[in-house]
C-alpha cells in the first residue's frame, strides 16, 4: 500500500483587537494565546524533526504580535496586570474580579488549588464583582493576577524554563516583584514566535500558508448574492455592491506580509472560514497561491452529491474526497483540498474526553482505514487526508493543554509505516490534480453556507452601515482635497471593519461573554473613517447592533417531574423539565458533524433526580454501538452513574462515588424510543438547595464519542418543599 499522506493542518487566528484610532486594546486574546498555543505549538514540533504539517497563521494576527513585541504594546488586561495590587483602583479591582477567571474552569482553574480557591470565592453566578470585591485581600488580587497570565502559559514553556517553572511551584503569595518577573517572561515568549516559525518553516518541517489580510469572507465582499446558493430564502442586505477590490487588496496584502517576515511568498492559502466561490479563483491565482483548502461539504456540492456520506457517516467514492482536485476560471487555476470534518471534529471537541494515547493511536486506525479503502480506486496515488481545524482554541478544553496526545501523535505517526506525516504543497506538487471541478459551490467550512454571516437581521444591519460607510469615504477620496495619508488611514479602519469575527458574533449563531465589545469594535472601526475624515460619525454607528436576548446554555426545571421509567417518549410527564439542545457551546468553534446524543431534559420530584436523553432515532438502536453512557457530577463532587450495555437487554445502571460502587443505590434506567433514568437525592448525598451540576457521556471502545453539554454542565439545585410554591408565585 502507498503511503497515506497525513496532512495537518492548523489555522491560528485572531480578529485585530486594537482600536488604532484611540491606541486601546480591549482584548488580551493574541497575548495569551500567544504565550500557551502559538508558542507551545511550535515548540510540539520542534520535538519531533521528523514530523511534517501546514500552519495557516493569518496576517492580522502576525501584525498584533509585532505591536507588543517591536511596538510596546499593550492592552486593558495587561495594564491591569501591571498594576500593583496595593494600587489598584476599585474599578480596576472589579475589572480583575470579572476577567481574570477567563479560562476553562476545569481544566485551567481548578487542577490549582490556590487559584480555584480565589475562584470560589469570587462566588460567580451568585454575588457582582462589587459585591465580591470586599472578601477580597491585596494578596489575594495579586495572586489573581498572576494566576490568570500563569495559566495562560504553554505547559512546554514551564518544561523549558526552570525559573518560570519555579514561579509556578510556589503557587501563592507572590510579590511584585515575581508579578514583573512573570510579564518580563511574557514579553520573550512573544518575542520567539516568529522567528520560531520561521526557523521550523526554512528547516523544511512546516508549511506556512496565510489567508487575506483581515479575515474577511471573500465571497462575500465579491458579491453578496452568491449566499443564495447554498440558502435560497437567504434575506440579502439592502446594498449589494461588490467589494472585488477590496477583495484582491486583503489577498495581496496578506501575501505581502507574509513574504516579509518568512522570507518567501506562500504557496497556499486557507481562505477566511473556508470560504470559496467561482469568482474568487482569479484573484487568489494572481496572486500567487497555488492551492486553496475548504471543507468536504463544499466537494459533495460541487459535484452534485455524488461525493457524500450517508447518515451513518460512510462516503459514497471516498477515493474522489482524499485527493486535491483542480478548479479554474478565466485563465486561472488552483488546486484545492477539502478537510475530513469528522477526522478535523474529533481533536476539536471529542478527543479531550479521552485517553490521550488511545485518542492519538484512534486518529491513526481511522487514517489507516481511509488508506485501505481509498487505494483500490486512487491510480496508484497515495490518499491525502487533511485535518484541518483551529490550531489554538481547543486545547484549552483538553487536561493537560493536549500535550500528551499532540506529543503521542507526533512521534507515532512520524515512525508509522504506511502513514506519512506531509506538508499540502509537497503532495498536491508530487500528485497534482488530475480531476477538476466544473463549478466551485460558493459556501465556507461550515455546513457548507455563510448563515453565520449574513442572513440575519443582525449581520445585515452590519453590512449595510459597512457598505454606507464606505461609500463615504469613496466620496471623500473622490473629491481629491485629502491628503492621501489621511485617506489610507481611513481605508484601513474599512478593512478592518469587513473581516469576518465581527459578523461571526452578531446573530444568534455564536455568543460570548464580550459580544458587547465584537459589537462597539466593529462600529467603531467604522466611526474612526468619519472621524479621520473630519466628520462625525453618523448616529446609527452609536446604537449597538446585537440587540437579541442570548441563549443561555439550558432552561431550567419549572415544576416537579411525574415520570415513569419506561423509555417511552410521553410529552407531559417531561413538560417542566429543564432542557439542553445539543450543540456548541463554544463561540470560537464550530462543530459541524453530529453527534449521538441531541437533547436532555432534566428535573425532579422532592426525593429524586431525573434525566432523559434523546438521540437522532431511537435510544435503543443509537445507543446499540455504545459500551456506556455515564452522568458525571461536577457537584456533588465524585458521583457518577453508569450505564453499560445501554442499547441491549441487558443493560445494567450502577452509581459510583469516587470510583468505588454505591452499594444498594436505587437507580433505575430504561432504554426504548427514549433513555429515561432516576436516582434519589439521598443516594447523591444532596440536601435540598445543594447544587447539581452535571453532563451526560457516551463512550463506544472507550473513547468518548458525545458529551451533552460539550462545554461546562447542565445545572440546577436540589428542590426544597416549597419549589412548586416558589416558582408558581414567580
Given at each position: 500500500m502507498q503511503p497515506i499522506s497525513l496532512a495537518l493542518f492548523w489555522h491560528q487566528h485572531q480578529p485585530y483587537y486594537p482600536d488604532d484610532g484611540s491606541g486601546e486594546t480591549l482584548m488580551p486574546w493574541v497575548r495569551l494565546h500567544g504565550?500557551?498555543?502559538?508558542?507551545?505549538?511550535?515548540?510540539h514540533l520542534k520535538e519531533v524533526p521528523e514530523f511534517r504539517c501546514t500552519i495557516n497563521i493569518v496576517p492580522s494576527l502576525l501584525t498584533q504580535i509585532l505591536r507588543y513585541t517591536d511596538q510596546k504594546g499593550s492592552d486593558r488586561h495587561l495594564d491591569v496586570s501591571r498594576v500593583p495590587a496595593d494600587g489598584l483602583s476599585e474599578v480596576d479591582a472589579m475589572y480583575i474580579l470579572d476577567q481574570f477567571f477567563m479560562a476553562s474552569v476545569d481544566n485551567m482553574i481548578r487542577p490549582h488549588p490556590r487559584y480555584h480557591e480565589l475562584y470560589l470565592k469570587r462566588g460567580f453566578g451568585r454575588d457582582t464583582a462589587e459585591k465580591a470585591l470586599p472578601r477580597f485581600s491585596e494578596r489575594d488580587l495579586r495572586d489573581l493576577q498572576i494566576w490568570n497570565n500563569l495559566t495562560w502559559m504553554h505547559p512546554l514553556a514551564f518544561e523549558k524554563d526552570l525559573e518560570l517553572r519555579e514561579l509556578r511551584n510556589k503557587g501563592r503569595h507572590?510579590?511584585?516583584?515575581?508579578?514583573?518577573?512573570?510579564?518580563?517572561?511574557?514579553?520573550?515568549?512573544?518575542?520567539?514566535?516568529?522567528?520560531?516559525?520561521?526557523?521550523?518553516?526554512?528547516?523544511?518541517?512546516?508549511?506556512?500558508?496565510?489567508?487575506?489580510?483581515?479575515?474577511?469572507?471573500?465571497?462575500?465582499?465579491?458579491?453578496?448574492?452568491?449566499?443564495r446558493q447554498a440558502m435560497p430564502e437567504c434575506e440579502l442586505p439592502k446594498f449589494l455592491e461588490s467589494y472585488a477590490a477590496d477583495a484582491k487588496l486583503q489577498i495581496e496584502r496578506g501575501v505581502a506580509l507574509h513574504k516579509k517576515l518568512f522570507g518567501s511568498p506562500p504557496v497556499g492559502m486557507w481562505p477566511s472560514e473556508g470560504s470559496v466561490s467561482q469568482d474568487i479563483i482569479p484573484a487568489i491565482a494572481q496572486a500567487g497561491i497555488e492551492w486553496i483548502a475548504t471543507d468536504e461539504e463544499i466537494l459533495a456540492r460541487s459535484t452534485n452529491g455524488w461525493i457524500s456520506r450517508d447518515a451513518q457517516g460512510h462516503m459514497r467514492h471516498p477515493e474522489m474526497l482524499y485527493r486535491p482536485w483542480r478548479v479554474e476560471e478565466q485563465g486561472s487555476q488552483l488546486q484545492i483540498v477539502f478537510r475530513?470534518?469528522?477526522?478535523?471534529?474529533?481533536?476539536?471537541?471529542?478527543?479531550?474526553?479521552?485517553?490521550?494515547?488511545?485518542?492519538?493511536?484512534?486518529?491513526?486506525?481511522?487514517?489507516?482505514?481511509?488508506g485501505r479503502a481509498v487505494e483500490p480506486n486512487n491510480a496508484g496515488k497515495p490518499a491525502l487526508v487533511s485535518v484541518i481545524l483551529d490550531g489554538e482554541n481547543c486545547w484549552e478544553y483538553y487536561p493537560d493543554g493536549g500535550v500528551e496526545f499532540l506529543r503521542t501523535l507526533y512521534r507515532s505517526a512520524a515512525r508509522h509505516p504506511s502513514i506519512r506525516p506531509t506538508r499540502i504543497r509537497d503532495h498536491v506538487r508530487d500528485h497534482p490534480a488530475s480531476d477538476r471541478i466544473g463549478r466551485l459551490f460558493a459556501g465556507s467550512w461550515i455546513?457548507?453556507?455563510?448563515?453565520?454571516?449574513?442572513?440575519?437581521?443582525?449581520?445585515?444591519?452590519?453590512?449595510?452601515?459597512?457598505?454606507?460607510?464606505?461609500?463615504?469615504?469613496?466620496?471623500?477620496?473622490?473629491?481629491?482635497?485629502v491628503p492621501a495619508e489621511t485617506i489610507a488611514r481611513a481605508w484601513e479602519e474599512m478593512y478592518i471593519a469587513e473581516g469576518?469575527?465581527?459578523?461571526?458574533?452578531?446573530?444568534?449563531?455564536?455568543?460570548?461573554?464580550?459580544?458587547?465589545?465584537?459589537?462597539?469594535?466593529?462600529?467603531?472601526?467604522?466611526q474612526n473613517v468619519y472621524q479621520i475624515l473630519g466628520t462625525q460619525p453618523p448616529s446609527p454607528l452609536n446604537r449597538p447592533i446585537t440587540r437579541m436576548v442570548?441563549?443561555?446554555?439550558?432552561?431550567?426545571?419549572?415544576?416537579?417531574?411525574?415520570?415513569?421509567?419506561?423509555?417511552?417518549?410521553?410529552?407531559?410527564?417531561?413538560?417542566?423539565?429543564?432542557?439542553?439542545?445539543?450543540?456548541?457551546?463554544?463561540?470560537?468553534?464550530?462543530?459541524?458533524?453530529?453527534?449521538?446524543?441531541?437533547?436532555?431534559?432534566?428535573?425532579?420530584?422532592?426525593?429524586?433526580?431525573?434525566?432523559?436523553?434523546?438521540?437522532?432515532?431511537?435510544?435503543?438502536?443509537?445507543?446499540?454501538?455504545?459500551?456506556?453512557?455515564?452522568?458525571?457530577?461536577?457537584?456533588?463532587?465524585?458521583?457518577?452513574?453508569?450505564?453499560?450495555?445501554?442499547?441491549?437487554?441487558?443493560?445494567?445502571?450502577?452509581?459510583?462515588?469516587?470510583?468505588?460502587?454505591?452499594?444498594?443505590?436505587?437507580?433505575?434506567?430504561?432504554?426504548?424510543?427514549?433513555?429515561?433514568?432516576?436516582?434519589?437525592?439521598?443516594?447523591?448525598?444532596?440536601?435540598?438547595?445543594?447544587?447539581?451540576?452535571?453532563?451526560?457521556?457516551?463512550?463506544?471502545?472507550?473513547?468518548?464519542?458525545?458529551?451533552?453539554?460539550?462545554?461546562?454542565?447542565?445545572?440546577?439545585?436540589?428542590?426544597?418543599?416549597?419549589?412548586?410554591?416558589?416558582?408558581?408565585?414567580?
Open positions: 504565550t500557551k498555543d502559538y508558542y507551545g505549538m511550535a515548540l507572590w510579590t511584585e516583584s515575581d508579578k514583573q518577573r512573570l510579564l518580563d517572561k511574557q514579553l520573550a515568549i512573544l518575542r520567539e514566535i516568529i522567528p520560531l516559525h520561521r526557523e521550523l518553516a526554512d528547516s523544511g518541517q512546516i508549511e506556512l500558508t496565510t489567508t487575506p489580510f483581515y479575515h474577511p469572507i471573500l465571497p462575500l465582499l465579491w458579491d453578496k448574492r452568491c449566499a475530513d470534518h469528522g477526522l478535523s471534529d474529533l481533536i476539536g471537541f471529542h478527543y479531550q474526553r479521552s485517553d490521550p494515547v488511545r485518542a492519538a493511536q484512534d486518529l491513526l486506525g481511522r487514517t489507516e482505514a481511509i455546513s457548507h453556507n455563510f448563515a453565520i454571516w449574513i442572513g440575519h437581521h443582525e449581520d445585515n444591519t452590519a453590512w449595510d452601515l459597512l457598505h454606507q460607510t464606505r461609500q463615504f469615504l469613496v466620496q471623500a477620496q473622490g473629491k481629491g482635497n469576518s469575527d465581527w459578523f461571526w458574533w452578531f446573530g444568534d449563531d455564536h455568543s460570548s461573554a464580550q459580544d458587547d465589545l465584537f459589537d462597539q469594535l466593529f462600529r467603531k472601526h467604522l442570548r441563549r443561555t446554555i439550558h432552561s431550567e426545571p419549572r415544576g416537579f417531574l411525574d415520570v415513569k421509567v419506561d423509555g417511552r417518549r410521553t410529552y407531559f410527564e417531561w413538560i417542566n423539565a429543564g432542557h439542553y439542545i445539543s450543540g456548541s457551546e463554544r463561540g470560537t468553534m464550530t462543530l459541524v458533524t453530529e453527534g449521538v446524543i441531541r437533547e436532555v431534559f432534566f428535573g425532579f420530584n422532592l426525593e429524586q433526580l431525573m434525566l432523559r436523553v434523546d438521540t437522532g432515532h431511537t435510544a435503543q438502536e443509537d445507543l446499540a454501538r455504545m459500551q456506556e453512557v455515564r452522568v458525571q457530577f461536577v457537584e456533588p463532587a465524585g458521583y457518577e452513574i453508569r450505564i453499560s450495555e445501554p442499547g441491549r437487554p441487558g443493560l445494567k445502571a450502577r452509581l459510583f462515588r469516587n470510583r468505588e460502587e454505591v452499594a444498594g443505590a436505587q437507580v433505575k434506567v430504561a432504554v426504548g424510543q427514549i433513555l429515561e433514568m432516576t436516582v434519589p437525592f439521598a443516594d447523591l448525598g444532596l440536601a435540598p438547595e445543594d447544587p447539581i451540576h452535571l453532563y451526560v457521556e457516551a463512550l463506544a471502545e472507550g473513547q468518548s464519542v458525545d458529551r451533552a453539554p460539550r462545554e461546562g454542565a447542565l445545572e440546577m439545585r436540589a428542590p426544597n418543599p416549597d419549589y412548586e410554591k416558589i416558582m408558581w408565585q414567580a
